[in-house]
C-alpha cells in the first residue's frame, strides 16, 4: 500500500468517525462481538498461518495464545463497556460546591488508532491493543508484522471479512510501508517491538505529536529466594520458557539462584524439558525460530558462549543435529554464569536459552537489576516476605508475578505495561479503554459565578474575599 492509500484510508476513518459521533455501546459491543466471531470462524487458519511462518508451531499453543486469549479478553471487556462509559463524578472545591457547580470526566474516544504488531504473536498482538481501542469508540488500522507473511494476509481476509474499512483496516507490506505507517499523523499509536526500532517510531511520531503505547520487552530476571522449591521453580519458569521456544516478550530471561541450587535446578529443568520433548529438530510440539536471520544471531550467542568458555547445559534429548538452516531449531540451553559481556547477558534472548547466575546477597541482586535497563517483567519464587517487598520496591519493571511467570499478564484487569526502556502506556480491560480514551474535563457551573469577585476593579471587599481563600 502506498503513503497515499494510507493517508486516503486514515482520512475515510477519521471522517467516519467525525460523522458519526460517538458510539455507542451497543455499537461497541458488536464491534468486538466480530472481533471473536472472526477468531473462531477462522481457528484453523490462524493455526495453519502461524505453522507456514515459523516452520512449526505447535497447534495448541497457537490456539492458546492467537485465538482463546483474544476470545476471552472479548468477552471480559465487553460486559463492562457500558459502565466504563459512564461520566466519573469528580470532587469540587467548596467555593464552587457552594453555587451549584459540579465536576465531572467524560470519555472520550481519540479517533484513529494505529498499531504497528511484531512476529511473535502475530495475531494475538494485532487484535489486544485493537479490543481496547474499540471499547473505547476508536477507529482502528492495522500494520501487521512483515515477517510472519502468511498470518498478515490472514489477518487482513479476517477484518475485511468482517468490518468496513471505515471502522478496521489492516495494511500490509514492508519495512517501507511500516516506516510510512509510524509517520501518519494518527490520534494514537501502539508499537510493539525491540527499543531500536521505537526510537525510531518515537521520532516518527513525534512530527505529528502522536501520542504512543509502546510494548519493548527486555531482560526478565527471575529471582529464586532461599525459602522456594526448587522443582516448583524449574516446573513454573521452564514451562513459561517453552512457550514459543522463548519468543515471547514476558519470558524469563536469566535466573538469579541462591549459591549451591545451581545443580538441582539444571536437573529439575531437564526433567521438566524432558516430560516435553523426547526429540525436537522434527517435533511438531517444539516451536522453530522465527527465521534463519534470528538463528543465525541465536547461534552467534552459543558461538560467543563457547569462545568465553562459559559452561553450556544443552537439552538434546535425542542427540541431533541443528545444522539446517531450513527448519532454524536450537537445542535448549543453560549457561551458567555467563559474564556480562557475554552477548547473551547484552542482549534480549527471544529463543530456547536461559542464563543461570548465582548470589550470596540479595541486596546485590538488587544492584544488579537496577544497573540493567527496565524490563517488562520480575518474577520472584519465595516464601520471604521481606524479600517480596524489596524486589517490587527496590526494583523497577513493568509487572512483577510471585511464584510464577508471566501470570499478571493474563488478569485482563492489569495492565500489560511497560516502563522506560521496556515501553510506555499499556492497556488490557479498563486500562486498555482508558488509554485509548481522552479524559475530558468537564465543569457545570451552578446558579452564579464566582468569576465576577476575581476581576477588576479590586475592591477592599473582593480583596477580603480573595483574603479568606489564602
Same mark, same amino acid.
Given at each position: 500500500?502506498?503513503?497515499?492509500?494510507?493517508?486516503?484510508?486514515?482520512?475515510?476513518?477519521?471522517?467516519?468517525?467525525?460523522?458519526?459521533?460517538?458510539?455507542?455501546?451497543?455499537?461497541?459491543?458488536?464491534?468486538?462481538?466480530?472481533?471473536?466471531?472472526?477468531? &473462531?470462524?477462522?481457528?484453523?487458519?490462524?493455526?495453519?498461518?502461524?505453522?507456514?511462518?515459523?516452520?512449526?508451531?505447535?497447534?495448541?499453543?497457537?490456539?492458546?495464545?492467537?485465538?482463546?486469549?483474544?476470545?476471552?479478553?472479548?468477552?471480559?471487556?465487553?460486559?463492562?463497556?457500558?459502565?466504563?462509559?459512564?461520566?466519573?463524578?469528580?470532587?469540587?472545591?467548596?467555593?464552587?460546591?457552594?453555587?451549584?457547580?459540579?465536576?465531572?470526566?467524560?470519555?472520550?474516544?481519540?479517533?484513529?488508532?494505529?498499531?504497528? /504488531?511484531?512476529?511473535?504473536?502475530?495475531?494475538?498482538?494485532?487484535?489486544?491493543?485493537?479490543?481496547?481501542?474499540? =471499547?473505547?469508540?476508536?477507529?482502528?488500522?492495522?500494520?501487521?508484522?512483515?515477517?510472519?507473511?502468511?498470518?498478515?494476509?490472514?489477518?487482513?481476509?479476517?477484518?475485511?471479512?468482517?468490518?468496513?474499512?471505515?471502522?478496521?483496516?489492516?495494511?500490509?507490506?514492508?519495512?517501507?510501508?511500516?516506516?510510512?505507517?509510524?509517520?501518519?499523523?494518527?490520534?494514537?499509536?501502539?508499537?510493539?517491538?525491540?527499543?531500536?526500532?521505537?526510537?525510531?517510531?518515537?521520532?516518527?511520531? /513525534?512530527?505529528?505529536?502522536?501520542?504512543?503505547?509502546?510494548?519493548?520487552?527486555?531482560?526478565?530476571?527471575?529471582?529464586?529466594?532461599?525459602?522456594?522449591?526448587?522443582?516448583? !521453580?524449574?516446573?513454573?519458569?521452564?514451562?513459561?520458557?517453552?512457550?514459543?521456544?522463548?519468543?515471547?516478550?514476558?519470558?524469563?530471561?536469566?535466573?538469579?539462584?541462591?549459591?549451591?541450587?545451581?545443580?538441582?535446578?539444571?536437573?529439575?529443568?531437564?526433567?521438566?524439558?524432558? /516430560?516435553?520433548?523426547?526429540?525436537?529438530?522434527?517435533?511438531?510440539?517444539?516451536?522453530?525460530?522465527?527465521?534463519?536471520?534470528?538463528?543465525?544471531?541465536?547461534?552467534?550467542?552459543?558461538?560467543?558462549?563457547?569462545?568465553?568458555?562459559?559452561?553450556?547445559? !544443552?537439552?538434546?534429548? =535425542?542427540?541431533?543435529?541443528?545444522?539446517?538452516?531450513?527448519?532454524?531449531?536450537?537445542?535448549? &540451553?543453560?549457561?551458567?554464569?555467563?559474564?556480562?559481556? =557475554?552477548?547473551?547477558?547484552?542482549?534480549?534472548?527471544?529463543?530456547?536459552?536461559?542464563?543461570?547466575?548465582?548470589?550470596?546477597?540479595?541486596?546485590?541482586?538488587?544492584?544488579? &537489576?537496577?544497573?540493567?535497563?527496565?524490563?517488562?517483567?520480575?518474577?520472584?519464587?519465595?516464601?520471604?516476605?521481606?524479600?517480596?517487598? =524489596?524486589?517490587?520496591?527496590?526494583?523497577?519493571?513493568?509487572?512483577?508475578?510471585?511464584?510464577?511467570?508471566?501470570?499478571?499478564?493474563?488478569?485482563?484487569?492489569?495492565?500489560?505495561?511497560?516502563?522506560?526502556?521496556?515501553?510506555?502506556?499499556?492497556?488490557?480491560?479498563?486500562?486498555?479503554?482508558?488509554?485509548? /480514551?481522552?479524559?475530558?474535563?468537564?465543569?457545570?457551573?451552578?446558579?452564579?459565578?464566582?468569576?465576577?469577585?476575581?476581576?477588576?476593579?479590586?475592591?477592599?471587599?473582593?480583596?477580603?474575599?480573595?483574603?479568606?481563600?489564602?
Amino acid at each position: 500500500m502506498t503513503d497515499v492509500d494510507m493517508q486516503s484510508l486514515l482520512t475515510t476513518q477519521r471522517q467516519a468517525f467525525l460523522d458519526d459521533g460517538f458510539p455507542s455501546a451497543k455499537t461497541r459491543i458488536d464491534r468486538l462481538d466480530r472481533v471473536k466471531d472472526i477468531h &473462531i470462524r477462522y481457528k484453523d487458519k490462524i493455526v495453519e498461518a502461524l505453522e507456514a511462518d515459523f516452520g512449526s508451531r505447535p497447534r495448541g499453543q497457537s490456539l492458546a495464545t492467537d485465538v482463546a486469549s483474544i476470545i476471552m479478553e472479548v468477552k471480559e471487556t465487553r460486559g463492562k463497556i457500558r459502565q466504563w462509559m459512564k461520566p466519573q463524578r469528580r470532587k469540587t472545591p467548596l467555593m464552587l460546591r457552594l453555587t451549584g457547580g459540579r465536576a465531572e470526566l467524560q470519555f472520550q474516544p481519540l479517533g484513529v488508532v494505529g498499531n504497528i /504488531s511484531p512476529w511473535n504473536f502475530p495475531v494475538e498482538l494485532a487484535f489486544s491493543p485493537a479490543i481496547g481501542a474499540l =471499547a473505547a469508540g476508536n477507529r482502528v488500522m492495522l500494520k501487521p508484522s512483515e515477517a510472519t507473511p502468511q498470518c498478515s494476509a490472514l489477518i487482513e481476509e479476517m477484518v475485511s471479512s468482517a468490518f468496513d474499512p471505515a471502522e478496521m483496516a489492516v495494511v500490509t507490506g514492508g519495512v517501507e510501508v511500516a516506516q510510512a505507517f509510524s509517520q501518519l499523523p494518527f490520534d494514537h499509536l501502539v508499537f510493539t517491538g525491540g527499543p531500536e526500532i521505537a526510537r525510531h517510531v518515537m521520532r516518527a511520531a /513525534s512530527d505529528n505529536l502522536v501520542p504512543l503505547t509502546l510494548e519493548l520487552g527486555g531482560k526478565c530476571p527471575v529471582v529464586v529466594g532461599q525459602s522456594a522449591d526448587v522443582k516448583t !521453580v524449574a516446573d513454573r519458569v521452564i514451562s513459561t520458557k517453552t512457550i514459543n521456544s522463548g519468543q515471547l516478550c514476558l519470558t524469563p530471561d536469566y535466573i538469579f539462584l541462591p549459591e549451591g541450587k545451581v545443580e538441582a535446578f539444571i536437573e529439575e529443568a531437564r526433567k521438566v524439558l524432558a /516430560s516435553c520433548y523426547d526429540s525436537l529438530v522434527d517435533n511438531p510440539d517444539y516451536t522453530s525460530v522465527i527465521n534463519e536471520r534470528h538463528w543465525q544471531r541465536l547461534k552467534g550467542y552459543i558461538d560467543d558462549l563457547e569462545e568465553r568458555k562459559v559452561r553450556v547445559e !544443552v537439552f538434546n534429548p =535425542a542427540g541431533e543435529s541443528f545444522d539446517d538452516p531450513q527448519k532454524h531449531k536450537l537445542p535448549f &540451553i543453560f549457561p551458567v554464569e555467563p559474564d556480562d559481556e =557475554a552477548l547473551i547477558m547484552q542482549n534480549e534472548i527471544f529463543g530456547p536459552m536461559l542464563s543461570i547466575k548465582t548470589y550470596r546477597s540479595l541486596d546485590k541482586v538488587v544492584e544488579f &537489576i537496577n544497573d540493567k535497563p527496565r524490563p517488562l517483567a520480575l518474577y520472584y519464587f519465595g516464601k520471604d516476605r521481606q524479600e517480596i517487598d =524489596a524486589l517490587c520496591q527496590r526494583t523497577t519493571s513493568g509487572g512483577v508475578t510471585i511464584n510464577d511467570c508471566a501470570q499478571h499478564a493474563a488478569c485482563y484487569d492489569l495492565p500489560l505495561a511497560g516502563v522506560g526502556n521496556s515501553g510506555m502506556g499499556g492497556y488490557h480491560g479498563h486500562h486498555g479503554f482508558l488509554q485509548f /480514551s481522552h479524559s475530558k474535563a468537564v465543569y457545570h457551573q451552578g446558579l452564579f459565578s464566582l468569576g465576577k469577585f476575581l476581576r477588576p476593579p479590586y475592591t477592599p471587599r473582593k480583596i477580603k474575599i480573595i483574603d479568606s481563600m489564602v
